[in-house]
């Protein structure tokens, strides 16, 4: 199995600034796509920021400019430095990461049990 931990949400003021990391660990081979999206009550689950293995990056269009998605490979895991923040960025944030699994496992997606964050004065 596949563990994601998030960690780095919390309160900011708008304007500030905010990185959140999530790690994947567990029966890894290697790791596909990995990336944020973000959910706010009543509403649908987002797409925030994607990154491939090879360090393509996708923003959508609420965000670009004003985030930066990265990945370490050899630890398995993904940030989101969030600048500049606004009142319209607070939603609990989901990672995820496609993985190659240890013993031929198929690619499979998995998701973290998220992390909130709340921009406010």
């Known amino acids: 199995q596949v563990q994601l931990e998030e960690s780095g949400g919390g309160l900011v003021q708008p304007g500030g600034s905010l990185r959140l990391s999530c790690a994947a660990s567990g029966s890894i081979f290697s790791v596909n796509s990995m990336g944020w999206y973000r959910q706010t009550p009543g509403k649908q689950r987002e797409m925030v920021a994607t990154i491939s293995s090879i360090h393509t990056t996708h923003y959508s269009d609420s965000v670009k400019g004003r985030v930066t998605i990265s990945r370490d490979n050899a630890k398995n895991t993904v940030y989101l430095q969030m600048d500049n923040v606004e009142p319209a960025d607070t939603a609990i944030y989901y990672c995820?990461?496609?993985?190659?699994?240890?013993?031929?496992?198929?690619?499979?997606?998995?998701w973290g049990q998220g992390t909130q964050v709340t921009v406010s004065s």
């Open positions: 995820y990461a496609e993985v190659w699994g240890l013993d031929h496992d198929p690619l499979t997606e998995y």
